[in-house]
């Protein structure tokens, strides 16, 4: 998987721009952060477990049987520890590489659905937000900017049944935790506790960005789920990862030359490199002046022509080490609204080691 990957940034770096062909190497070496936490004790007494359970709300905490009806003694309650959840993240980073996907990593869409999941929150009605994952049901999964997710939902459905103690909830955030460390993040803290919900819990369409909007639009979005200016500038930079695709969004093209490694690249292309529209039969979409293979949507370009996201554009696009912490504090801020964990669990709130870590 890693000679692929890069493999991969080796052929794409030849075709970018002389001001994309800066060493990346340093830029990743400041986004590493060392797993050091040790897993949680365990408990003799599967009665405190139970207890735990109650207590924080539905932790993750898995019941199985032999049988349909299960009895005291064939019933098996485990709490799962921070290397229980080390083997979900490993499992998953293993599957990323794909050649027959885009840009050959599912890892992109992974952050996508984790995003979108958690996008939903509502600050003022406490709804939404990544605890229910119930963009497994319609109508949440027929939502417009929903569009081509079955297929990071899809990704995770062997991962969940060679571990089906974890909700889907958690699993579809432990899937964007994996996707950003393995595309060389930031490493980004990891609490489980979120609980499954049914159709009931769907939210309405609208709650998530359109990308054919303006800066008031950017701001109505994120303030509603309790962002400020400079959160929706660190947010914005995922978007150095992955694509858009006419068949779901409508928008066609990646926004850096490294779709599937994460940098500051972004914000330097906002920046430095010049815009102009695409003439094309598809909606309203910038592409770059030099190579015409880079896109902007919209939503993109505000950072640039708005003045108080523009400073923070600016400094992003000069501090990539400026760019991964507050990315990773309005990620792990993001991952997690809507959830009702209890309280003090701030303690479990864990970092899983990236496989391409070789420390012990």
Known sequence: MATRHVARAATRTATRPAFAAAPRQAFRQQGRRWYSSEPAPKSSSAWLYLAGAAAAGGLGYWYY???????????????????????????????????????????PVLLRLAWHASGTFDLATGTGGSNGATMRFAPESDHGANAGLIAARDFLEPVKAKFPWITYSDLW??????????????????????????????????RLPDAAQGSDHLRNIFYRMGFNDQEIVALSGAHALGRCHKDRSGFEGPWTFSPTILTNDYYRLLV??????????????????????????????????????????????????????????????????GVPFAQGSETQRWTLKPTWDESK
């Open 272 to 337: 430095e490199e010049k815009w102009q529209w695409k003439k094309w039969k598809g909606p309203k979409q910038y592409e770059d002046k030099t190579s015409k293979t880079l896109m902007m949507l919209p939503t993109d370009m505000v950072l640039v022509q708005d003045k108080e996201f523009k400073s923070w554009t600016e400094k992003y696009a000069k501090d990539n080490e400026a760019f991964f912490n507050d990315f990773c504090a309005a990620v792990t801020k993001l991952f997690e609204l």
């Open 65 to 107: 049987t032999a049988s349909d009806a299960p009895s005291a003694a064939s019933t098996k309650v485990i709490n799962p520890t921070k290397e229980d959840y080390q083997k979900v993240y490993n499992d998953i980073a293993s599957r990323l590489d794909k050649d027959d996907y885009d840009d050959g990593n599912f890892g």
């Open 173 to 206: 955030i432990l899937g964007g935790v994996c996707a950003i460390q393995e595309m060389q993040g930031p490493i980004i803290p990891y609490r489980p506790g979120r609980s499954d919900r049914d159709v009931t819990g769907c939210t309405p369409d609208g």
